[in-house]
């Protein structure tokens, strides 16, 4: 991880607040690229003078919405039959599910995509069911770019204000992100021992 924040200090300093944005795709793509790091880090290059606070905050803005729309095509590319297709390929998983998951979608679709902009965790995958249920695309650009205007001008302000400090900020996040990963454990958990009681003995 540190490899790839010195990558990414180096990508911003050298394309300035573009920089950002670029990194910021990147991280809503790659979801094991954190976020909560990454922000926090162009906020402290924003202090050191290297580009300015608004610009990197819009440049942000505009790497998360790049990056959602990359992960939306993904999803209507492979579209719901496809997915409930490999849904029913894997363990204790069926194609049923995942109708009701993007059924729940559709009736949610605005606040899900808001809300889950602001979600570690859920930041990046939200956008594939949005895409699967062909959400329309100028409504889900519009609700993106909102909750991730929210989220990384939060975590950017964070970064700026505490300077060489700004990696306090993922002591804060990051158990947050950790309570998410638990609780979709737990969910997929009660999944599988629900499908377990329904098999013939």
Do not use: K
């Not at 559709?106 to 965790?121: E, I, N, Q, S, Y």
């Not at 949005?130 to 970064?159: E, H, K, Q, Y």
């Not at 002591?171 to 969910?187: I, R």
């Amino acid at each position: 991880m540190d490899a790839v924040l010195d990558w990414v200090v180096l990508v911003m300093r050298t394309l300035g607040s573009p920089g950002v944005g670029v990194a910021t795709a990147l991280e809503t793509v790659f979801p094991p690229v954190p976020s909560e790091l990454v922000l926090p880090l162009a906020g402290y290059t924003a202090s050191q003078g290297h580009y300015g606070l608004v610009p990197a905050i819009a440049w942000a803005t505009a790497g998360s919405l790049l990056g959602a729309l990359v992960l939306y095509r993904l999803g209507a590319a492979w579209g719901l039959e496809r997915v409930c297709a490999l849904a029913d390929r894997i363990p204790l998983m069926h194609g049923r599910d995942v109708r009701r998951a993007v059924a729940w979608f559709g009736r949610h679709g605005r606040t899900a995509v808001f809300v889950g902009r602001l979600v570690p965790g859920v930041r990046s995958l939200i956008s594939i069911p949005a895409g699967i249920d062909r959400m329309p695309l100028l409504r889900f650009c519009v609700f993106t770019t909102a909750g991730s205007l929210v989220w990384n001008a939060a975590l950017i302000l964070a970064g700026h204000q505490l300077g060489a400090q700004w990696h306090v900020v993922e002591s804060y996040v990051g158990p947050v992100s950790n309570v998410v990963y638990v609780l979709l454990a737990v969910g997929l958990s009660v999944l599988a021992v629900r499908r377990l009681r329904r098999r013939p003995a």
